[in-house]
């Protein structure tokens, strides 16, 4: 079974990078073996991974990490690895942003396992806050990944 070891820190960021945290490293498993590592940089040191198998039991990362500082300036994207000695990246989306000075867009995702494998991705837009003025033009986006 393929899963994610610790995410620590390490090196994901450019050399002279000034904040210490954003340097992460995604670690991959198979048991007790490391099938492979991945160096993230992420605002703020927090990013999310989870392993999604498709129908034909082929693993993936998803991958949800950061990227900027300040008020409502950070925005967040998703990197779709499939998994190997070297993590192949798919796909990479932004899911979250500022769209004003108090307000921001996010897209709210589902996945779905076709048989045939891989992954399609439906997602769609939301807007909070009344000062909107940087929103996404797709409402709905929808994406397979083979």
Known sequence: MTQLGEVTTYH???PYYPFKEDNLQMVVM???KR??????CSSYGTAKAKIETDAKGKPYIFLTYGEGRGTNAREEYLKV???SETLTEYLRLPLSG???PFSNWHYEYSVTK????GFSLKMRLKVEGEDAV???ME???SIDIK
Not at 35 to 40: K, L, S
Not at 114 to 117: A, E, H, Q, S, Y
């Open 81 to 83: 690895f499939a998994v």
């Open 12 to 14: 994901g960021c450019p």
């Open 114 to 117: 076709p048989k045939d494998g």
């Open 30 to 32: 198979e048991g007790k």
């Open 98 to 100: 500022p769209a004003g």
């Open 134 to 136: 940087a929103v996404p």
């Open 139 to 141: 409402r709905t986006k």
């Open 35 to 40: 099938v492979a590592t991945h160096g993230v």
